[in-house]
């Protein structure tokens, strides 16, 4: 082919330049390019986007050493030699990374093959930040995040943002370089990368909101498995423990079950004892396998991660989805279940004869609100003599008709004992409720004098009560004691997390409803057989705060 040929095609096919005029370092050795699987993945969307004839706009979320920042600056080498007046910005979260990522490209300068050199217009450094094709007019910047000025103030097309999550002040320096690209040109580039590192931060917000669709980023995830290179050839005598068979099954990928080879496992374990000292959870936060695990495993979360796996592995489907109606009968009550994919009842078992339940409510004010995402309403049901979650309800209703949903299902399973946070909107629900329905939850207040009691229905969450409920929950996934079956209640579970101000719940804008349910629901099972509690209410305690 043609050198003309060969660059008229680099322009237009990234793999093809990457591959064809680019070298790369690793082992202390030159080496043509290859394409590895992550780094297909990472074209794969970019491509998707271009023939959508939309900019690129990509959020990546990485494990280590996959080679996708080295993809990025291919791709940003390619547009600047390629293209005239373009202007490249480079962003990494210290001055060694951005020093790393500099010689990334001055590298592909330096070993551009013989004869391919004079093709493309020469390239200058006027100092270590900046690699200018003087012949194009086109340049690239390379700043660290620490300058929260970075890019301000100029016209950039294409930005490479590395290990975001780390940056000091993300939403800011993120606000003044997203302002200098112009979104209607499509030969723009916005590529955002990271590792994670924990729950909330602008990192993990992006996420999110490119998983809800709330943005025209294409969200790309690579797990560990999913790179060749993460494989060893076991000895012979290599045999698995049971919590690796647990792994073995674990992940997902593109929605399909995946299963890990003994090589993969292999070499997963030698990572694990070699390089992470020992230490499960910084291999997972370094090497996770979803996205929920890379972010839980590098936030300070409340639940035992590894527990909540080995529960979530026998977790059984569905029986039904949809609504609960009531009739009155001469018998007592009849109960109808409607099938329907967009209900807020899911049940995993039927009532059986003779088995006790309880349930708890967490209560919210049911109303969607345009300016904010407000709470769900969600309901817990477990079997006693299993503790396992048999219903689960979960939707945005009026208070005023939650006591009804509640009654219906307490009925349905054998008159099951209740209880229902009563803070703020949930005082309505119990009021109705003592009215209507015999076996409520039941505590005796002490006054501030400690001399007059009294009783009072319905479950309050204090300073107090809450890590009670917290901690009795945890206690039962620590051990194994609760069977979970809904996945929202184990995503709630993976995220709910230790705040740096102390504070425990879920990231924000998140929701943490169906962990309060399941962790009332586990108190409901404490009390059921006993006496009413007796609380003593600090002048602390609010009835109107949500903790």
Known sequence: MELSQSIQRAKVDPQYFCEKLLKIVFDGKIHDWVYNTPQE????????????????????????????????????????????????????????????????????????????????????????????????????????????????????????????????????????????????????????????????????????????????????????????????????????????????????????????????????????????????????????????????????????????????????????????????????????LEANQHGYLTLYEKPQAQIDYVLFADVSEGKEVKERDTDYSSIDVLRCDTLEQVAHWHGRIGPELLDNEIIKIARYYNEAFVGVEKNNMGYGVVASLKDKYHKLYINIVHDKNGKETTREFGWRTTLKTKPLMINGLAEVINNKEIKINHPGTFEECRRYSLHPDGTLGAPQGQHDDRVISLAGAVQMYLHSYSKPEEIDYDDEDDDDEDY
């Not at 301000?152 to 997203?178: K, P």
């Open 41 to 336: 993945m990472v074209l794969e969307a970019r491509l998707k986007q271009e023939r959508a004839g939309k900019p690129v706009r990509l959020v990546i979320i990485k494990a280590r050493r996959e080679g996708v920042s080295t993809e990025i600056q291919g791709w940003l080498f390619q547009k600047l030699t390629t293209s005239p007046h373009r202007m490249g910005m480079v962003v990494s979260h210290e001055q060694d990374s951005a020093d790393e990522i500099a010689e990334i490209s001055r590298r592909f300068w330096d070993l551009l093959p013989d004869g391919k050199k004079p093709s493309i217009p020469g390239a200058k450094l006027p100092h270590t930040k900046t690699l200018i094709f003087d012949k194009l007019k086109s340049k690239l910047k390379i700043e660290t995040a620490n300058d929260i000025n970075a890019g301000r103030s100029m016209a950039i097309d294409y930005i490479h943002a590395s290990e975001v999550a780390f940056w000091r002040n993300a939403e800011t320096l993120m606000l003044g370089l997203l302002s200098c690209v112009n979104d209607k040109d499509q030969d723009t580039m916005v590529i955002i990368e990271s590792t994670a590192n924990g729950l909330g931060g602008w990192f993990y917000d992006i996420v999110q909101k490119t998983l809800n669709g709330e943005n025209d980023y294409e969200l790309v995830f690579l797990p560990w498995f999913i790179d060749q290179r993460h494989q060893s050839e076991p000895p012979a005598d290599f045999a698995t423990t049971p919590k690796e068979e647990l792994i073995r099954k674990k992940y997902k990928w593109l929605g399909e079950k995946v299963i890990l080879t003994d090589a993969q496992l292999y070499w997963r374990r030698q990572t694990i004892k070699n390089k992470c000292n020992g230490d499960e959870i910084k291999f997972n936060q370094e090497n996770p396998g979803s996205v929920d695990e890379a972010f839980v495993y590098s936030g300070r979360t409340r639940f035992h991660q590894d527990r909540l796996v080995e529960i979530e592995t026998e977790a059984k489907p569905q029986v039904f989805r949809g609504f609960i109606h009531e009739e009155t009968t001469l018998d007592g009550f009849k109960h109808k």
